[in-house]
């Protein structure tokens, strides 16, 4: 295979400093000893990260965030699971109708599924609840519970569940004792990229959380909006610290290109 | 197979869907169908939401030169978004694809992972970056010599497609990639044999072969652009409206929502035209490719 030039590899590095940029400055101020935004020359402090104990607003977004990221996630696979072994396995009419509906919340902008679910919510007398949150982020994550789940579903060896069924299991033994393990490392996969999408999830969230149940996103955004101070940067920091923690599982578990990539779509 | 088993086989798909079709039934088509509806209904400071069949809402974003002008604005930025990622994203994505293995991994790793990093922390980041006229952008760009004054980023359009490209480049990056997978390195290498240079190579070989995943790409990246709202809002500020901007403040802060469900109606009806359209003519003019 060619090799890359110097021209390419000069654009290479420029291209990837810039990308990393925004991300590192972040971190680094969040390190800083002084009172303002500025990159830690006079040594590094945590001071930052001590102030956001004395907001407790954002310790209690954190816990919301963490909370309705795995419980939603969850929710998202019991109904995800059934609907992709559907898919994977039969050909019936509408099959094609019901992948293309079950993936539409990519399509729909976050900011039209917001209002949708703010008006929606509002009218049945949850708006602004836990409960609500929770619903929403079921729709927004499915397609990547569904995704990852599909791709595992669609390359399983099937002789194992028909060496099953012919020493007599069935239903629901042969899923949870055969079907499920096999499949269980494109689950827990699914489960972590629909958490990290509705960890970071700020559009769609913004018009449905209330005071009480908002995300860390809202929280940072809100109060982004009034002034930027280092105190949001250790708190960015946190967030990105949590999110590389669940992509470096991912990476493990699953192969991160993987998982980008979205191989096996719609399962053909 | 028994007539029981067959029934049964026929009936089992929709019973494992069933459950995901009821959620997706009741709690998302419903709610877009009230957010359709409530494009049309009446408005007032003092009397609220009047749930009347009026184009009040509709006729003010057609004729208040205010909307097209917020509109053109929200497309543009998404039209120079896209044109960015382009620019940048494809040569990356070939120089990518050439490297060795444990290089390839790790590099894609660093520019696919901002992917999943809240995209409020990273527009945090081009905030600081931009930060004022003695922000480390303009401070780096003048020891370089590029200009000779700072330009202002925050709270412009040039900051805004700058940011916006930098969130969006992931999508751009990986559909290349995912197109380059599909290259026979041999033709490549045959070119070579039979005198190309490099700049043919590129240009006769590599370019059309990679059109369909740049363009996949821009899709993506212009629906998303488009309809971004963490990024239009930290960085252009409260007067620099996009689409997805307005919507909020219709919603959230003038609580006039039949209007914020008209732009939300609007937004969604140009993306699913455009997505549709362009989707129909790539498929068409690359028919071969996706065969």
């Known amino acids: 295979m060619s090799r890359n030039g110097p021209l390419a590899l000069i654009f290479h590095i420029i291209f990837v400093i810039v990308m990393v940029a925004p991300i590192l400055v972040v971190c680094l101020v969040a390190f800083t000893p002084e009172g303002f935004l500025s990159l830690p020359t006079n040594g590094f402090s945590l001071r930052w990260f001590r102030t956001i104990a004395n907001y407790p607003e954002f310790i209690h977004a954190f816990w919301v965030s963490l909370g309705l990221g795995a419980l939603s996630s969850f929710v998202a696979l019991l109904f995800a699971v059934p609907a992709a072994l559907a898919i994977a396995r039969y050909r019936f009419r509408g099959r094609d109708a019901l992948a293309a509906l079950f993936l539409s919340p990519l399509m729909i902008p976050h900011v039209v599924l917001g209002i949708a679910f703010l008006r929606f919510f509002t009218s049945v007398g949850i708006g602004g609840s836990f409960a609500a949150l929770i619903i929403a982020h079921v729709i927004i994550v499915f397609p990547f519970a569904l995704r990852l789940t599909l791709a595992a579903t669609t390359g399983m060896d099937r002789t194992v569940e028909m060496a099953a069924v012919s020493l007599g299991a069935g239903g629901w033994t042969l899923f949870r004792r055969v079907t499920l393990p096999l499949i269980l490392p494109g689950v827990i996969s699914g489960w972590a990229l629909a958490f990290i999408q509705s960890f970071d999830d700020l559009t769609m969230t913004v018009f449905l959380a209330a005071p009480g149940t908002e995300t860390l996103p809202v929280r940072m955004f809100l109060y982004i909006q009034d002034n930027i101070d280092p105190l949001v940067t250790s708190v960015s920091a946190c967030v990105i610290a949590v999110t590389m923690t669940a992509l470096i599982l991912l990476d493990r578990f699953y192969g991160l290109d993987r998982v980008l990539a979205g191989k096996g779509d719609t399962g053909r | ?291």
């Not at chain 2, 978004?81 to 990356?92: D, K, Q, S, V, W």
């Not at chain 2, 992917?115 to 922000?135: D, K």
């Not at chain 2, 007067?239 to 901007?245: D, F, G, P």
């Open chain 2, 1 to 291: 197979m028994s007539m029981a088993a067959e029934e049964r086989s026929a009936r089992a798909p929709w019973a494992l869907t069933a459950p995901a079709l009821m959620l997706f039934v009741g709690v998302l088509l419903i709610p877009l169908a009230m957010t359709v509806m409530l494009s049309f209904h009446d408005w007032g400071q003092y009397k609220g939401i009047e749930p009347v069949f009026i184009l009040k809402n509709w006729h003010e974003i057609a004729t208040d030169p205010y909307y097209a002008e917020m509109f053109w604005r929200t497309f543009r930025i998404a039209i120079l978004t896209t044109l960015l990622t382009a620019l940048l994203g494809a040569p990356e994505a070939y120089i990518l694809n050439r490297m060795s293995g444990r290089w390839k991994s790790f590099f894609l790793l660093v520019i696919l992972g901002p992917l999943l990093i809240s995209v409020v922390a990273r527009t945090l980041g081009w905030a600081l970056l931009f930060g004022g006229n003695n922000g480390l952008v303009n401070k780096l760009l003048m020891s370089l010599g590029v200009m000779r004054s700072p330009i202002p980023f925050m709270f412009t359009e040039t900051g805004m497609v700058v940011a916006l490209a930098h969130v969006m480049m992931p999508f751009m990056v990986l559909s290349v990639w995912a197109a380059l997978q599909r290259l026979d390195p041999q033709i490549e290498n045959a070119a070579m044999s039979l005198g190309a240079g490099p700049v043919t190579i590129i240009r006769r070989i590599i370019m059309p072969q990679i059109m369909p995943g740049v363009l996949s790409g821009a899709i993506i990246v212009f629906s998303l652009s488009a309809s971004a709202f963490a990024t239009p809002a930290i960085i252009g500020g409260r007067r620099l409206k996009v689409a997805a901007t307005l919507a909020y403040d219709e919603f959230l802060n003038t609580l006039n929502w039949p209007l914020g469900a008209a732009v939300a109606t609007l937004l969604l009806i140009a993306l699913v035209l455009i997505v549709v359209g362009s989707n129909a003519l790539i498929e068409r003019r690359y028919a071969e490719v996706f065969r």
